[in-house]
């Protein structure tokens, strides 16, 4: 009984809805989406990115390099002809590091790539979230360089202005950062998970329990406690001057170049560090990040530094950066109304023609209206009731051609 | 800008100790009201279902909410935790018939089932054991469940242990320790900086 949920009781039919977490988009709401993405699109483009287009579903072992458990677990799966796993894209940065380096590396370096793609995943994040959601993103290949990561940060925050979105901030964090202060406190793999999800969030009560449990020095505790507490430059000293540990002093002057580098675009209001931010993906290495906007209640998507993944492909290392933005995301805090609406500026006309003798006239005018840019719908023979009904409706202009 | 927005739960235990707390911190709200939000010096307060409350604070529905550590793992809820309050301090245990033989939570039969209100807690709960068990999830009264056969054990929430007492069930295991936290939506925490740190500074001396 259960299997068969309610809708038989409701009436409805099982084969005319679509899975769980995936839906039907109809104007103007797909016209909102497009807008979106072409608007992303042209704004890649005029900083140089070129887009690149993957397979749907690609072997599972490429597609789960470097990912993280997590996702391969929600990825959706099959079996191909020949036996071996395929899987469904869940995510974009590992087909592209895949097809980069199979088949880019001979290209000049840095690579400037982009893509708008859909992905998909078998179990959702939260309960209620899509299952399918267009990501559109970039990725800087072949640049070690912090200007690289301020590059990227740059081009998102500016991607998003130009949509509309003027009050995005961005948090910045740093997994180089973060794992080395892992590293410090020596702890077992169950362990690192729990610090992980207390830093996540913010909950330094059991964060200093753990620590404190696993035999952890009260620098290290304290630098923890810090990483989830203080947001803002002043976070590098702090840890610093409580582990004085080499590696995060180099890391820690990279952060600092970073925001030097985003003042120079103007962007100073809009980053703020915050070392305890934590993406869910594994294969970040150095600086990460993710926008934010109050018109909608989580992150509209992140992006970061991922030296080791493309050598995972090909052994030979190359440094890469980018970001994913969700469009679906983009699309509602930018408001679907917004949207219509600077659209629908475009001039739209309905011509009827009332017999099949006047046929000829309306479809030369439509061709006219149409080279001069003008939206021109022709209408059923003799209809005129329902063309000035359509008219009304759709706010378009109606031309009668007798 | 709208005022920051705060659920509070608007019944049970937690209730009036959340209403003392935002009164000893400058927001005084009557008892007794009817009204789903309460404007009170410029924070707008939701009384809400505590259960409810990590789903509102994850969607942004509302800024901030006061509810059970217990509850915001339960819900999967992706929020910040920024205050520990102190009060409203539960455990959640397994417990079994007292005259049952089982002792310990690896003395449960092979294949056995638990009734609980909290299933995504109770399912990874057993499941870090290896131990292979069916969740029941059913809204209330769970201590019942074991003597309908319902299932063999429970896992609920416990402060003193009089409701184990009163249904003859015996503690076998503590799952967690949880307490009432102040969580945050994440992008309000960064939308709404200042205006957050001040109230949560206010909330923290306030404890």
Known sequence: MARLGVTWWLGGLSFTRTPRGTRDLVPPYSEAFRYVELKLLETFTLWGYREVRTPLFEYLESLSRGVGRGLVQSMFKAQDDDGRLIAFRAEMTAPVARLVGSKMLKESMPLRLCYVSNVVRFKERYPGYPRELWQAGVELIGCRGVEADAEVISLMLRALDELGLRDVKVDVGHAGIFKRLLALAKLADDEVERVKGFVSMKDSTGLKRVLRGSGCSEEVVKAFEAVCEVRGLKVLDDVLSLVGDEGVAELAEEVKLLFKLLRYNGFQDKVSLDLGLIRDLDYYTGIIFEPYTPAFGSALGGGGRYDDLIASFVGEEVPATGFALVVDYLLEAVGVEAIARRLNEKKRVIIVPMSYESYQEALSRARALRARGVIAELHLVGDLEGARAKAERTNATLEVVR | ?207
């Open chain 2, 1 to 207: 800008m709208r005022p920051l927005r705060m659920a509070i739960s608007n019944k049970g235990r937690l209730h009036k100790p959340s209403l003392e707390l935002l009164a000893r911190a400058g927001f005084p709200i009557g008892e007794g009201l009817r009204s789903y939000v309460v404007k009170v010096n410029g924070l707008e307060v939701v009384l809400a279902r505590a259960a409810d409350i990590p789903i509102y604070v994850h969607f942004g529905a509302v800024d901030l909410g006061i509810t059970g550590h217990d509850l915001v793992l339960e819900k999967e809820a992706d929020v910040y935790e920024l205050l520990d309050l102190g009060f409203g301090w539960c455990k959640m245990i397994v417990a079994v018939p007292e005259e049952s033989p089982i002792n310990s939570v690896y003395d449960l039969p092979r294949v056995s089932r638990v009734a609980t209100s909290f299933p995504r807690i109770a399912s990874s709960y057993f499941e870090r054991l290896g131990l292979s068990v069916e969740v029941v999830e059913v809204e209330g009264a769970v201590e019942i469940a074991p003597r309908l056969g319902l299932a063999d054990a429970i896992v609920d929430l416990a402060t003193t242990g009089a409701t184990l007492r009163e249904n003859r069930l015996k503690e076998i295991a503590v799952v967690l320790e949880a307490s009432a936290r102040l969580i945050c939506n994440k992008v309000s925490f960064r939308a709404r900086e200042r205006e957050i740190a001040s109230l949560v500074e206010r909330l923290r001396v306030s404890r």
